[in-house]
């Protein structure tokens, strides 16, 4: 199973809005609604931030947004923040009835 | 408050057997099932596998098969990841997640260096 494919990293000044893309096949992010997305900052465990392509567990600020159009999710961050600073991962089920992750995407504030 | 508590550190020589323990508390622990997944360093996230706390049902990565077994201790609420002939391939940061997917609370890690 080949890791989902993200961009390396991304950008945005304070206050706008970025998204992160995860590219993977039929058999794994565009035949299930099983995508998540995760945070990680250096030195910490990675933390839950979407679920199910669209899902924000509680505590988690709206201003994270998830979607999925064919075999690509995505991240969205609006009203960028200094704290939004991180590593993203994209996660999704598999037809092995297996995850895959993504390669992760380093979110530079600028 | 749910926790997932690992074991420290570990250093191995190649070819040798590590094995990661993982104590939950806070939730009823035969109602998730725990994943592993570990990180190289500077590197990603890569999914190792998963445990049925209910049943002790296995999935694992291909990548892993043969070499990974995954157990739970349901009398202290406790899962395990044990992994053998290791490589310098395999210095990682280990972790446990609850949950098959979508994993909502995480281990501390455990770093696990191979190193001769």
């Known amino acids: 199973q080949s890791a989902l494919t993200q961009p390396a990293s991304v950008s945005g000044s304070p206050g706008q809005s970025i998204t992160i893309s995860c590219t993977g096949t039929?058999?794994?992010?565009?035949?299930?609604?099983?995508v998540s997305w995760y945070q990680q900052y250096p030195g910490e465990a990675p933390k839950l931030m979407i679920s199910d392509v669209s899902n924000r567990p509680s505590g988690i600020s709206n201003r994270f947004s998830g979607s999925k159009s064919g075999n690509t999710a995505s991240l969205t961050i609006s009203g960028l923040q200094a704290e939004d600073e991180a590593d993203y991962y994209c996660?999704?089920?598999?037809?092995?009835?297996?995850?895959?992750f993504g390669g992760g995407t380093k979110l530079t504030v600028l | 408050q749910v926790q997932l508590v690992q074991s420290g550190a570990e250093v191995k020589k190649p070819g040798a057997s590590v094995k990661v323990s993982c104590k939950a508390s806070g939730y009823t622990f035969t109602n998730y099932g725990i994943s592993w997944v570990r990180q190289a360093p500077g590197q990603g996230l890569e999914w190792m596998g998963w445990?049925?706390?209910?049943?002790?049902?296995?999935n694992y990565a291909q990548k892993f098969q043969g070499r990974v077994t995954m157990t739970t201790d349901t009398s202290t609420s406790t899962a395990y990841m044990e992994l053998r002939s290791l490589t310098s391939e395999d210095t990682a940061v280990y972790y446990c997640?609850?949950?098959?997917?979508?994993?909502?609370?995480w281990g501390q890690g455990t770093l696990v260096t191979v190193s001769s």
């Open positions: 445990i049925s706390a209910y049943n002790g049902n296995t």
């Open positions: 996660s999704s089920y598999t037809s092995s009835d297996t995850q895959v």
């Open positions: 997640a609850r949950d098959r997917s979508n994993n909502d609370y």
């Open positions: 039929s058999s794994d992010i565009g035949g299930y609604n099983f």
